[in-house]
């Protein structure tokens, strides 16, 4: 089985920084994306950012210029630097990693168990 758990988060000021980290543990074969996305209250999960096994980034347009996503893959980890934070960047962050596993022979999606980002003067 594959874990992923998530790091970092909690209280921040508008124009401040906060990170995120999440490591992926088990029997994983090979990692084709990796990603954060977040839920408000009230509001649908959305994609912030994802990096491509090639090494390829995009971003939220709410998110560009401001966040920054890296990937360390002999870590089998995702990194979210989260720079001039935003009232509305306030919600739950969930990392996801696109994955293969050597025991199963399709790409499934993995799911952090989620790390409050709270954003707030």
């Known amino acids: 089985q594959v874990q992923l758990v998530e790091s970092g988060g909690g209280l921040g000021q508008p124009g401040g920084s906060l990170s995120l980290s999440c490591a992926a543990s088990?029997?994983?074969?090979?990692?084709?994306?990796m990603g954060w996305y977040r839920q408000a209250p009230g509001k649908q999960r959305e994609e912030v950012a994802r990096?491509?096994?090639?090494?390829?980034?995009n971003y939220a347009d709410s998110v560009k210029g401001r966040f920054t996503i890296s990937g360390d893959r002999a870590k089998n980890t995702v990194y979210l630097q989260m720079n001039s934070l935003k009232i509305e960047d306030t919600a739950v962050y969930y990392c996801?990693?696109?994955?293969?596993?050597?025991?199963?022979?399709?790409?499934?999606?993995?799911w952090g168990q989620g790390t409050q980002v709270t954003v707030s003067s």
């Open positions: 996801n990693f696109v994955l293969k596993t050597a025991d199963w022979d399709l790409f499934t999606n993995y």
């Open positions: 088990g029997s994983i074969f090979s990692i084709r994306v």
């Open positions: 990096i491509t096994k090639d090494g390829t980034s």
